[in-house]
C-alpha cells in the first residue's frame, strides 16, 4: 500500500500498455521518475517469450517461463498494475479505452506486442495453431501429447502414420526451435513410453516458402542449422509456400506444383502482425500492421505518444532500410530511450533518436545444437548451444524460475525426461474431435 | 515397444481402470505376474491428490504433483496404457465399455476414484468449485486470483470486501488445508502486490454443518486444530449446513435461522460420492455412491471384478462400523491385497479379506502448523508439520517431482512467494461474467 491513491494525483499519469520486454523495461526505467505509471495488461503475467517453444515442445512448464506482472513491479511505488485487455486509444481526448473502464494519460506507451497471422487464412487457425501466448503453448503440448496416444491405438496403419506425422510452417527460429524440440522428443523422451508404435518412426517436416530457413543468418552459421536439423531427424522443405491447411494436413505450392503432406498436427510458426490495438490509433502501418514511428519512438505529431517492442515499425538509419526484428533486445533497447525520452520530455530537454546496437543472435536446434552470430564471430554446435543456454538463463527475470529452469534443464539433459508431459482435462474421443482442436477446449483447465 | 501386442495374447487380460493410487499401486504390483494389463484413464496423468490444494492456492504448479502415467509405468512390460474414458461394464459380457472402444476383460480392478457432490444442488456447482482434478485446482487458483485483481479496482467498498471474502464449504482436511493457505497467501504473498487494497482485510470463512472441523480427530487434537486457524485469522463456523449458493455468496441454515456470507468466491470442500461407474454396474451402493464390495474387495457374485479405493465401500469389521475413508492410504493398501487376491485366484487359492492398518493421519493448517494422529501419539504445530511434509515429499511419486517441491516449499518457505500466481488467459472484464464461471472457460489453456 506504499503509494495509496491520491498522494501522487498531481503527477503526471503515465499509462503503459503492455507487460513484456518493452512495457516492463521502461517501467522500471522510471522507478525514480515524478510519474504516476498504469500498467495495463489482459494478462496477469509477464511472459519469457524466447522459450515459449519449451513449454509447447513440454520441455517446461508454464510457471517456469512467465512471472505476475505485480510481483516483478512490487518494489516499485509508483506503479499501479491493471488486469484489462486495452481496446483503442482516443488520441484527442488522451484517453486509452479499455474492455472494462478508460483512463486518461498525460503519457501514454503502447508495447502491445503483435500477434500471429495466417496470411489473410484465419480458416486455418483451428488446424495451424501458432505460438505468442501461454494459452498457445499449452494448446501446441496438448495436440502433440494426443497425437501419440491416438496413434498407439490406432489401428489403421495410414491413419497412424498421420497422426505420426508433424508438420511445423515456417523456417524461422520459432519453427526451427519447435521442430528440433519435436524430433528430440519423439526420438529419445517418448520413445519408451509407447508399446505399439515406435515414437521413432515420428516425422518432422520443417516448411518455408523463403529459399531458405533462419534467413536472418549468414550462409555459412545456415548451412551448419541445416546439417543440425538433419541429424536430429528433422525433414525441411524449402521455397514452396503453404496454400492450404486442413484437419488433414498442408498443402504445399510452388514450382514444382501442389503437393500434399498428410499430417494430423500442424504447428504454425509463420506470419506475425503488430496487436489489433494499432489499428485503432488511425496513424500509417506497415504491412505487418506494426505503427511507423518517428526516429525518437514517439506517434508522428503525437510527442505524448510513444510506440515500442513489437508493436513498432522502427525503419529508420537500420543496416538493409528493413524494419528491425520483433526480438525481446529491441524491445528492451527501445524501452530505455523511450523512458529516457520521456524524462527528456518532462524536463523540457529534446529527444533522442533510437539507435540499435545488435548484440549478437542465437537460434537453438536441440539438445548442444544451436547457432550463433555475435558480431562477425559465428558459432554452432555445443558452444553456440551453451551460450544460448546460459543467455537465456541469465535474461531469465526471477531468481527462482532461472534455478527452477536450470535444474530442469540439467535433468532433462541426463535422463532425456520431459517434466512436463501432461495432457490437462479429460481425453476426448478421437471420433468425437478434429484433433484436439475446439473440443477440447471446454475439457481443459484454467 | 519391450512387449509388442501379440506376444503376450494367451495371458490373461486384466483391465485397470482408474490411474490413482489404487490402480497404479494395483498395477506396479503385479509387475511380476503372468497377465497382460491394460490401464484406462481419461487423464494421461496420475495426480497426487494430497497437495492439490497447494496448485489451488498457487502455491505449487500441476506439474509438481503430477506425473505422466506412461512414464510411471515405462519399465513395466506387462502394461498397456489407455487414454480414455470408462463409461459402463457389461459384467455378463466381461466388457469394459468406453468413449472410444471397448475391452474384453478376463479380470477387472476398479479404481475410478470419487467425484464431488453438491448435496443434490448442482446449480451450486458453478458458484462453488470443488477440488478434485487438475483442472478443478487451476479454476480455484483462477478464481482466487482474479478476485483480488477486481478487489483492486473495484470502487463500491461494498463490492470490495464481497471480493474480499472467501467461503470455503466443509470443515474436512480438504477444507481446512484450503482455509489456511487462502489466508496465508492474503496476508503474506499477496500483501506487496496491491496497492489500493489491504489484502490483510480479506476475510477466509471455513462452513461446517457438523459440530466440529475435522472430525475424525480426538477432541484435543480439534482444539488445537481450531487454535491454529484462529492464529492464521481463518473464522470458523460449525453447525451451520449450507443451505443456498450463488454468485453473491453462500445462505446458512441451523438453529440460529439463515444467515448470508456475501462473498465472491465460494469454495466447495465438502460432499464427495463414488464415481458414476459406480452405477453402471446395477448392484448394491451406498449412500455415497460408493460399491459395497466383499471382504476380499471383490464384486458380490463377480470374483473376477474387485473395487477398491474410493469407489469402494468396505464397512466390513471397522473400528466403529463406519466405512473406511477416501483417503490416499486405504487406496495404497487396498491395491496390494486386490493384486495379491488375483494371483491367488490365478493359482486357484483361497482369496484373504482387508484388513486396514491405520497408519496415522495428519492435516495441515499453514505454515508449521499442522495436527498429527499417529497410533496413539497426538501431534500439532512445527513438530506435526514437519512430519506432515516429510512424509508427503517422500510418497510424491517421482524424484524429480520430489525435488522440486522441496525446494518449491523451502523457497516459499523463506520467502512467503507464491511460484504459481498464473492467471491464464485474458482477463475477462468482471462486467461481462460471474466470478470468473463459465465465461473464463474459453479463455484458459490447456
New interface residues.
Given amino acids: 500500500?506504499?503509494?495509496?491513491?491520491g498522494t501522487a494525483q498531481d503527477l503526471p499519469h503515465v499509462v503503459v500498455v503492455g507487460g513484456g520486454f518493452g512495457g516492463l523495461g521502461f517501467t522500471r526505467r522510471l522507478a525514480r521518475a515524478p510519474v504516476r505509471i498504469t500498467l495495463v495488461d489482459?494478462?496477469?503475467?509477464h511472459l519469457f517469450q524466447p522459450l515459449l517453444y519449451q513449454v509447447a515442445a513440454a520441455g517446461l512448464?508454464?510457471?517456469?517461463i512467465?512471472e505476475?506482472i505485480?510481483?516483478i513491479v512490487?518494489?516499485q511505488d509508483n506503479?499501479?498494475?491493471?488486469?484489462?485487455?486495452a481496446l483503442s486509444v482516443d488520441l484527442p481526448g488522451r484517453t486509452l479505452h479499455m474492455?472494462?473502464?478508460s483512463l486518461r494519460y498525460d503519457h501514454l506507451l503502447l508495447a502491445a506486442g503483435a500477434t500471429h497471422t495466417w496470411f489473410g487464412h484465419d480458416e486455418w487457425a483451428p488446424h495451424a495453431p501458432g505460438l505468442k501466448?501461454?494459452?498457445?503453448?499449452?494448446?501446441m503440448?496438448?495436440q502433440i501429447?494426443?497425437a501419440y496416444?491416438r496413434a498407439?491405438?490406432a489401428d489403421d496403419p495410414e491413419e497412424r502414420r498421420r497422426l505420426l506425422t508433424f508438420v511445423v510452417v515456417g523456417g524461422g527460429p520459432t519453427g526451427v526451435e519447435l521442430a528440433g524440440a519435436l524430433s528430440e522428443i519423439a526420438r529419445h523422451t517418448l520413445s519408451?513410453?509407447?508399446?505399439?508404435?515406435?515414437t521413432a518412426m515420428t516425422r518432422v517436416v520443417l516448411v518455408e516458402a523463403g529459399p531458405t530457413v533462419l534467413g536472418a543468418y549468414p550462409e555459412r552459421l545456415r548451412a551448419h542449422a541445416l546439417r543440425q536439423l538433419a541429424e536430429i531427424g528433422v525433414e525441411v522443405v524449402t521455397g514452396r509456400p503453404v496454400v492450404g491447411v486442413d484437419a488433414e494436413g498442408v498443402l504445399l505450392g510452388g514450382e514444382g506444383g501442389t503437393e500434399r503432406i498428410a499430417a494430423r498436427t500442424v504447428l504454425w510458426g509463420a506470419g506475425v502482425a503488430g496487436a489489433p490495438l494499432g489499428a485503432s490509433l488511425g496513424v500509417p502501418l506497415d504491412r505487418a500492421g506494426r505503427v511507423l514511428v518517428e526516429p525518437d519512438l514517439s506517434l508522428p505529431g503525437h510527442p505524448e505518444v510513444q510506440v515500442i517492442g513489437d508493436l513498432a515499425c522502427f525503419a529508420h538509419d537500420t543496416a538493409d532500410g528493413r524494419p528491425l526484428p520483433g526480438v525481446a533486445q529491441v524491445a528492451m533497447q527501445m524501452a530505455v530511450l523511450a523512458a529516457d525520452n520521456l524524462r527528456a520530455r518532462l524536463d523540457g530537454r529534446p529527444t533522442a533518436t533510437f539507435r540499435y546496437r545488435d548484440l549478437g543472435s542465437m537460434a537453438t536446434i536441440g539438445r548442444s545444437r544451436a547457432i550463433a552470430l555475435i558480431g562477425r564471430v559465428q558459432m554452432h554446435g555445443t558452444l553456440a548451444w551453451m551460450m544460448w543456454l546460459t543467455v537465456h538463463l541469465v535474461q531469465l527475470i526471477g531468481f527462482?524460475?532461472r534455478?527452477?529452469v536450470l535444474?530442469?534443464w540439467a535433468?532433462s539433459y541426463l535422463t532425456w525426461?520431459r517434466?512436463?508431459?501432461?495432457?490437462?482435462?479429460?481425453?476426448t474421443?478421437?471420433?468425437?474431435q478434429d484433433r484436439g482442436g475446439p473440443e477440447?477446449?471446454?475439457?481443459?483447465?484454467?
Fill in positions: 500500500m506504499s503509494s495509496a491513491p489482459r494478462r496477469n503475467h512448464s508454464p510457471g517456469e512467465a505476475p505485480r510481483s512490487a518494489g506503479v499501479q498494475v491493471r488486469l484489462d485487455e474492455r472494462d473502464g501466448t501461454l494459452d498457445d503453448a499449452l494448446e503440448r496438448q501429447l494426443l496416444e498407439e491405438w519408451r513410453d509407447f508399446r505399439r508404435i515406435d527462482r524460475n534455478l527452477a535444474v530442469q535433468w525426461e517434466s512436463s508431459r501432461l495432457i490437462r482435462g479429460e481425453a474421443p478421437p471420433g468425437l477440447l477446449h471446454e475439457h481443459l483447465p484454467r
